[in-house]
């Protein structure tokens, strides 16, 4: 018996590789900032970096650290084989860092007045994750 892919199905899930020596860093209570300076690729410092400014009331700090961080997330999903759209799942520990960035780069936008941007963030947190939209909403 000879089976077919389901072409209109679409991209495969993403998964981001883990890196455990980060996680384990941010786990263990060192500063977002030096696991930033040491793992520049690692979203989950940069998600908490945007949270923690953001938090603080400085929107346009907490905007550069996700932009960083949604940028670094977005080589590394090409790195994964993601073709630019397709499912992101949250369930995945380590896409969740990209996610963040994604949900606090819509967040600082709203913030500093760039709605159109803030829209598309959202769409697209929404369109590759909508574990992840639900999820960071509360």
Known sequence: METHENLLAGPPPTQLPDN???????????????????????????ATLADDYFA????????????????????????AGWKGHGPIPWDHAPNRGFLRCLNALARAAYA???????????????????????ALSN
Do not use: N
Request: aromatic letters at 10%.
């Open 112 to 134: 500093i007045g760039e709605k159109d941007e803030a829209e598309r963030c959202q769409q697209f947190l929404r369109d590759s994750s909508p574990e992840a939209a639900d």
């Open 20 to 46: 455990p020596e980060a996680r384990k860093m941010m786990e263990s209570g060192i500063k977002a900032a030096d696991v930033a300076a040491r793992f520049p690729t690692y979203s989950a410092a940069w």
């Open 56 to 79: 603080a009331g400085h929107a346009i700090t907490s905007y550069a650290f996700a932009r960083t961080g949604y940028h670094r997330g977005l080589d590394q999903l090409r790195r």
